[in-house]
């Protein structure tokens, strides 16, 4: 994928993710790169799972929305420490 495309999947993955966890997003910079990041580690996650190996633009946005969650329920637990 291009950077353009990384920027896309992490907008929208970033925005629909915050959207939906409690607390809200974290601006609209801030929500693209969690988005990306959450979309590394939501493809390394499913990779080892054997769920998807990587592909279409629609799967990539599913993976980094599922990943960004995960990414910010990470951070936070290691803010409370």
Known sequence: MG???WLI???IAGWGAGKVMKGGG???LMDI????LGGL???WLFGV?????GGSLIGSIIVAFIGR???VWITRLLKKA
Do not use: D, N
């Not at 799972?49 to 190996?53: A, D, N, T, V």
């Open 3 to 5: 950077i353009i495309t």
């Open 49 to 53: 799972l054997g769920i998807w190996h």
């Open 69 to 71: 969650p995960i990414l």
């Open 33 to 36: 790169v969690l988005g990306i």
């Open 9 to 11: 999947v992490g907008l």
């Open 26 to 28: 974290y601006g609209v």
């Open 41 to 43: 580690l939501g493809g």
